[in-house]
Nanobody, 124 residues
């Protein structure tokens, strides 16, 4: 397992942008597959985007396709989630995850490392 530290959450108005960052403690096979998930109050954990860092292969949920982009800077061992055209329904705690064996993966139970979460609030 790797340690993950997230940053970049905050409050914005609808239509605004935020960029989340997730830095892994090391770049190994355990951190080669990483993803972002979110959980709104009273709802389950939802996949947002995932990336196979060695090959730059990505997957985005339909709900964020065209608005969010996952990317990686392997030299900095950091994965980003650029969020544009934010909507109130994007309000949630966003979690970074690593360690899935099949990649990219949208299944939270395939990841074995999780960050502490960062709050994103979008007001109308």
């Amino acid at each position: 397992q790797v340690q993950l530290v997230e940053s970049g959450g905050g409050s914005v108005q609808a239509g605004g942008s935020l960029r989340l960052s997730c830095t892994a403690s090391e770049y190994t096979s355990s951190s080669d597959c990483m993803g972002w998930f979110r959980q709104a109050p009273g709802k389950g954990r939802e996949a947002v985007a995932s990336i196979y860092r060695s090959f730059g292969v990505t997957r985005h949920a339909d709900s964020v396709q065209g608005r969010f982009i996952i990317s990686t800077d392997n030299a900095k061992n950091t994965v980003y989630l650029q969020m544009n055209s934010l909507k109130p329904e994007d309000t949630a705690i966003y979690y970074c995850a690593a360690g899935a064996r099949s990649c990219p993966s949208s299944k939270p139970n395939e990841y074995n490392s999780w960050g502490q979460g960062t709050q994103v609030t979008v007001s109308s």
